[in-house]
C-alpha cells in the first residue's frame, strides 16, 4: 500500500524558514515525479514545487513563480524522501502543505494536480505576521 506522509510543519514567524520532508513508501519512487502542492483556507489547491530524477545526479526542479529564490526542493531516493526548504517565509505562505507522486515516466513536470497520483495527508504551515 503506497503511503505519502507529510512532516515540518508548524507556526513561525515571517521571515523564518521550515523544511518539510514526505516520506514515500509501498513501492519505489525514484522514477516518479515529486511535488509539493499547497492549499490555503478557502482557496484552491495550488502548484508550489515539483521534482523529477532523469538518471545519474541529474535532477529537474520546477516552482511556481510565488516561491522561486525562496523555496528548494530536494529528494533522496535511496530513502524515498522528498524535501521542501521554505525560506524567507511570508503570511501568504500559510497553506496545508501536501506531497504528491506523479507515477508517468515521462519528461515534463506538472504543474496540475490531475498529474499527480498519490497524495498525502498535508502538514500545516502557519506564518504569523
Known amino acids: 500500500q503506497v503511503h505519502l506522509v507529510e512532516s515540518g510543519g508548524g507556526l513561525v514567524q515571517t521571515g523564518g524558514s521550515l523544511r518539510l520532508s514526505c516520506a514515500a513508501s509501498?513501492?519505489?519512487?525514484?522514477?516518479?515525479?515529486m511535488g509539493w502542492f499547497r492549499q490555503a483556507s478557502g482557496k484552491e489547491r495550488e502548484f508550489v514545487a515539483a521534482?523529477?530524477?532523469?538518471?545519474?545526479?541529474?535532477?529537474?526542479?520546477d516552482y511556481a513563480d510565488s516561491v522561486k529564490g525562496r523555496f528548494t526542493i530536494s529528494r533522496d531516493n535511496a530513502k524515498n524522501t522528498v524535501w521542501l526548504q521554505m525560506n524567507a517565509l511570508k503570511p501568504e505562505d500559510t497553506a496545508v502543505y501536501y506531497c504528491?507522486?506523479?507515477?508517468?515516466?515521462?519528461?515534463?513536470?506538472?504543474?496540475?494536480?490531475?498529474?499527480?497520483?498519490?497524495w498525502g495527508q498535508g502538514t500545516q504551515v502557519t506564518v504569523s505576521s
Open positions: 521534482i523529477r530524477w532523469s538518471g545519474g545526479r541529474t535532477y529537474y526542479a
Open positions: 509501498g513501492r519505489t519512487f525514484s522514477r516518479d515525479t
Open positions: 504528491a507522486a506523479d507515477q508517468t515516466i515521462t519528461t515534463m513536470i506538472p504543474r496540475n494536480e490531475r498529474g499527480y497520483d498519490y
